[in-house]
């Protein structure tokens, strides 16, 4: 069984900090998707990554692949409350169309 | 983009009620997922669905069955509603070879009393 470590499961932190989450597997993945949930709403797209040592950037947000496509983090600088909500990492499977989900990291931002 | 949409997002059923959860994309995607999410457990995958009419068990298929009759349309059935299926049901779309990339639809409340 595949398995997606998230670090660190919950976060609060004040509004213009730094901030880095971490995904890890023993495993290789052919992709990596990160995801943010809002409360009670479905969880939205942020990011794939395909790419071993591949790195993309969303505005304030960044993402890297490792280069052996075994772990993820994602670094959002000078957080904002609007930043707030539940971020999912989740790892593509080298056969097959499933993910396996990590199990989230709490944010928090408080102004 | 990509729209992933579930019928209903609040439903209140009582035990042993048969229920329908309907879930519609737009994107012509080949693969669609049921998942659901409880605090502590995360996303769980009940079942997916590669082609119409075909289906795989995911991780807790007990208690579900899923129907798809159609490319863009893939239903979740509880047969027999009980109280430990109350939660967030979430459905997903993909398209196959996109980096496995899933949308996800906005969800369903499902309370069971």
């Known amino acids: 069984t595949q398995l997606l470590e998230q670090s660190p499961q919950f976060l609060s932190i004040q509004e213009g900090e730094n901030l880095t989450v971490y995904c890890n597997s023993s495993?290789?993945?052919?992709?990596l998707q990160w995801y943010r949930q809002e409360p009670g709403e479905g969880p939205v797209l942020l990011v794939t990554?395909?790419?071993?040592?591949e790195v993309k950037k969303l505005k304030r947000l960044t993402f890297q692949f490792g280069d052996a496509r075994k772990d993820s983090s994602l670094h959002i600088t000078a957080a904002q409350p609007g930043d707030t909500g539940l971020y999912l990492c989740a790892g593509g499977m080298e056969y097959g169309n499933k993910l396996v989900f990590g199990a989230g990291t709490i944010l928090r931002v408080k102004s | 983009d990509v729209k992933v949409t579930q019928s209903s997002r609040y439903l209140v059923k009582r035990t042993g009620e048969k229920v329908f959860l309907e879930c519609v994309q737009d994107m012509d995607h080949e693969n669609m997922f049921w998942y659901r999410q409880d605090p502590g457990l995360g996303l769980r995958l009940i079942y997916f669905s590669y082609d119409v009419k075909m289906k795989e068990k995911g991780d807790i298929p007990e208690g579900y069955s899923v129907s798809r009759e159609k490319k863009e349309r893939f239903s979740l059935i509880l047969e027999s509603a009980s109280t430990n299926q109350t939660s967030m049901y979430l459905c997903?779309?993909?398209?196959?070879?996109?980096?496995?990339?899933?949308?996800f639809g906005e969800g369903s409340w499902l309370t069971v009393v």
């Open positions: 990554v395909v790419t071993g040592g």
């Open positions: 495993s290789v993945f052919s992709s």
């Open positions: 997903a779309s993909s398209a196959t070879g996109n980096g496995n990339t899933i949308y």
